[in-house]
């Protein structure tokens, strides 16, 4: 895979660094030539880096039989080639020929590319991710619990990718056809391309209300330029072009500022009858846990009501969301509430920041204790590793299944490492058990216990405390815990 982003960067690089050359030394209808080399060239670099080597090779020959086609035929003659030509890349009559290519490829070549975020700060990003597919679930519910909205968005994508590809088609092959008559203008019909394309995502990924938001955003543009093409008076032409761009700033702006808003928080609730607390430990950051950079531990201590502390919530999360740290979870102590965070080893002073800012929201003094935790103790003693987290995740993702009317049993998987091979023995009396070689790591025999049973609280809680305690027992060590239908 980074094979194939170092070929596709280099052809990008090449095409950006020949443009201008391109415009000094060539003609009008030459430089209408090579734009439309270069516009096919990124497109079929996207199918390349997104799509593999097979769906690369399979686009390439719709297209060039597309383009053959439409090269002999009379204009007057070639709307039907463009329509057929749609339906060719919709449909994908070749997929069986994809197939056979990708089974006698390497999977560097075939898979999708998947962009990982680097730098210290890729934890926050990942959750920040998390969060953002957690804000959209009600919609996404909507997926498995409704099938017209299901048809109803797959029908809406399928209908705008069908006229992004005949859209560019079309386009592309106008302006072929008007190259002795070339002007740039006609390149400004591909802005609407990449705006239905980029609907069609967002109704895929995150619904309907992303893509009008989408959509009214995208809408400015070409009133500017129908304003500046139009045969008003020239004051005022540009008074109007001027003022809606101003608009359309305006509206953008409220839209990042919106974006930034956005923020949600998934909670394991349980209380916690050692440390007589009532724990909201923050779901979207258990895939996190165990991570290398975010590994300044700060605990915050509040004097307010639960009513209080909820009342600032939602702006202590957006505080969190634009200056990259992640809540990870907070309790309540009496009229004490426990703040605890995640942040980079290196923002020390974003901490600090963070304590003067609750100060300000909370009109009292709030004592911090900041500690460097690069094994992850202070998480897993307070929330990680206790009992009531282990059995509140459960049943919290075992309310997910029901939410999406997956009534069925359940599988309960938790994952575990022993020191001696005796002790996991004694546990297969009792317990389904397969050791995971792949997962071995020095001397420590990594297991996976499953556990099969009715979606209900009471049996869940049963089941794996029994699971625990025979960990305790036969000297196991508690590594994680799924649940699967």
Known sequence: MKSRLIIALSLSITIIVLLPIALILFNLRGQGIFMIAAILSFVYIGVYVFGGLPKLIIYGIYGIMITLILAVLPYDYQFPIIVIGTFLFILNPLSAFEQFLESKMKEGAVLPIRIRLSGTYWPFFEYRREMKNFYHLPQQRKLFTKKWYLHLRQATMLILYSLGVFLFIHEINFIANSLDNFIWYNFFALYIVVIVFLLAYFIHLKGFTSTFRTFSISLFPPIIYLVLISRFDDALRYSLAGSTFIVGLIILTIELHNLFQRVAYDSYDYYDVDQQIDVRANALFEPLVYNETF???????????????????????????????????????????????????????????????????????????????????????????????????????????????????????????????????????????????????????????????????????????????????????????????
């Open 295 to 485: 590994t300044l531990s700060a605990h915050y201590q509040i004097k307010a009501s639960r009513k209080i502390f909820k009342r600032h919530f939602h702006d202590v999360l957006v505080y969190a969301n634009f200056f990259h740290f992640i809540i990870t979870a907070y309790a309540y102590e009496g009229e004490t509430v426990h703040l605890y965070c995640e942040f980079n080893k290196k923002a020390e002073r974003r901490a600090h920041k963070f304590n003067t800012y609750l100060e300000s929201k909370y009109k009292q003094e709030v004592p911090l204790e900041l500690k460097d935790d690069p094994e992850k103790t202070i998480y897993e003693e307070n929330f990680f590793h206790r009992p009531e987290y282990i059995i509140a995740r459960a049943q919290r993702l075992a309310e997910l299944l029901k939410e999406l009317h997956i009534d069925t049993n359940i599988i309960i998987s938790i994952i575990a490492y022993f020191k001696n091979e005796e002790d996991i023995k004694f546990m297969k009396k009792e317990y389904s058990i397969n050791i995971l070689d792949t997962l071995k790591v020095d001397d420590y025999i990594t297991t996976r216990i499953d556990l099969k049973t009715v979606n209900n609280e009471y049996l869940i809680e049963t089941k794996i405390r029994d699971v625990l305690l025979s960990l305790m027992v036969y000297h196991g060590k508690y590594v994680r815990i799924s649940v699967y239908y």
